[in-house]
T-cell receptor, first 116, second 110 residues
Framework: NAGVTQTPKFQVLKTGQSMTLQCAQD?????MYWYRQDPGMGLRLIYY???????DKGEVPNGYNVSRLNKREFSLRLESAAPSQTSVYFC???????????????FGQGTRLTVV | AQRVTQPEKLLSVFKGAPVELKCNYS??????LFWYVQYSRQRLQLLLR??SRESIKGFTADLNKGETSFHLKKPFAQEEDSAMYYC????????????FGKGTKLSVKP
């Protein structure tokens, strides 16, 4: 059971470089998310996609772009990396239903990004 | 405003001691709450959800609407419980995104 798969697991970038973080899920979930995790800040939502073809900003979208390529894949792009984007990035997916139904989010293993 | 507050960044206890990780929420409706756990360098995973009223790995959490709390408890901590714990609230609206607290790092000493 692959669940949610992220690539790469580690990345070091120089300031100003660009890169794309890849995420794929095999659970046929409609919703996908990108979070960043920073010490003392918890998980903060960057962008999300409620369904294929739609994306919306989360709490901290500046400096990022996303693409929901198809139902399985949701990528996060840093166009010009900055040291403030050094973080651990998590992709998640969920099949949101009515309230108080099974709405568990499944997470990828994370991408540890360092921008120098 | 929809918000989750975990007041403790770090909680350190000895093996066998009781544990309580605090979580308070702000939500203008019936809240739907979860606890997620992240063991060292692993992915986050669901620990329990309030609607299930279940006990997982000896942990329980009771929703207290009067105090707007959803504290996580375990009567006897084990070393393998050491991890980051995140309380999460399902937000409002049709999408209902998860809103996470800042997390509490639990350290269980031998």
């Amino acid at each position: 059971n692959a669940g949610v798969t992220q690539t790469p697991k580690f990345q070091v970038l120089k300031t100003g470089q660009s890169m794309t973080l890849q995420c794929a899920q095999d659970m046929n979930h409609n919703s996908m998310y990108w979070y960043r995790q920073d010490p003392g800040m918890g998980l903060r939502l960057i962008y999300y996609s409620a369904s294929e073809g739609t994306t919306d900003k989360g709490e901290v979208p500046n400096g990022y772009n996303v693409s929901r390529l198809n139902k399985r894949e949701f990528s996060l792009r840093l166009e010009s990396a900055a040291p403030s984007q050094t973080s651990v990035y998590f992709c998640a997916s969920r099949s949101p239903g009515a309230r108080f139904t099974n709405t568990e989010a499944f997470f990828g293993q994370g991408t540890r990004l360092t921008v120098v | 405003a929809q918000r989750v507050t975990q007041p403790e960044k770090l909680l350190s206890v000895f093996k066998g001691a009781p544990v309580e990780l605090k979580c308070n929420y702000s939500y203008s409706g019936s809240p739907e709450l979860f606890w997620y756990v992240q063991y060292s360098r692993q992915r986050l995973q669901l620990l329990l959800r309030h609607i299930s009223r279940e006990s997982i790995k000896g942990f329980t959490a009771d929703l207290n609407k009067g105090e707007t709390s959803f504290h996580l408890k375990k009567p006897f901590a084990q070393e393998e419980d050491s991890a980051m714990y995140y309380c999460a609230l399902r937000g409002g609206g049709s999408q209902g995104n998860l809103i996470f607290g800042k997390g509490t790092k639990l350290s269980v000493k031998p």
